[in-house]
């Protein structure tokens, strides 16, 4: 049973463009949302993070925004850039330091210039 | 850098052999977490440690084991190694208190098995 659905698997923006990707979940338990960027041959590293206290969260040109009721988040890259060309991955946890991180399958990110 | 170490980078070894992979957390960091990322199941949770004790398990198979010792360095013992244990193993390491769940990741040992 996937807990967390990622959505598209690979996606293409031009330089400036939006993009966007989408996760949902299931267990309604979740309660910390962040999103990991992984460049190849590297390590996922914390890109931006939310508490479904809030319906959205902005830091630069990320931004989540956070649909409680429908059990769903999105990662928007404003103005993106190409190299913001990534692995993109959303994962929920309970929002409890020290509990494991749920994953969901990557997104592939290709920026075209 | 994440501050999180892990050796080797590569491993290459047969099936049916026995490999260690190593992972040193990030300073002051007691909780140290074990990541299988393949192809076909992207990054799944295998098992946490925490200041040496175990502390949570996930998807992690019989033939996997851990440990985490007083100096605070983990290990994750993979025998009996079969071709679909291939995989990108990461280790990841958080303290165990604050309000978010902040996991920081090494840079990955990419293990194969012929």
């Known amino acids: 049973q996937q807990q967390v659905k990622q959505s598209p698997q690979s996606l293409i923006v031009q330089k400036g463009g939006i993009s966007i990707i989408n996760c949902a979940y299931e267990n309604t338990a979740f309660d910390y949302f962040p999103w990991y960027q992984q460049f190849p041959g590297k390590g996922p590293a914390l890109l931006i993070a939310?508490?479904?206290?809030?319906s959205e969260k902005k830091e630069g040109r990320f931004t989540i925004s956070f649909n409680k009721s429908a059990k769903q988040f999105s990662l928007h890259i404003m103005d993106s850039q190409p190299g913001d060309s990534a692995t993109y991955f959303c994962a929920a946890s309970s929002n409890q330091a020290g509990t494991a991180l749920i994953f969901g399958k990557g997104t592939t990110l290709s920026v075209s210039s | 850098d994440s501050g999180v170490t892990q050796t080797p980078k590569h491993l290459i070894t047969a099936t049916g052999q026995r490999v260690t992979l190593r992972c040193s957390p990030r300073?002051?960091?007691?909780?140290v977490y074990w990541y299988q990322q393949s192809l076909d199941q992207g990054l799944q949770f295998l098992i946490q440690y925490y200041n040496g004790e175990e502390r949570a398990k996930g998807n992690i198979l019989e033939r996997f084991s851990a440990q985490q010792f007083p100096d605070l360095h983990s290990e994750l013992n993979l025998s009996s190694l079969e071709l679909g244990d291939s995989a990108l193993y990461f280790c990841a390491s958080s303290v165990l208190t604050g309000p978010d769940n902040e996991q920081f990741f090494g840079p990955g040992t990419r293990l194969t098995v012929l």
């Open positions: 939310i508490r479904p206290d809030v």
């Open positions: 300073s002051g960091d007691l909780s």
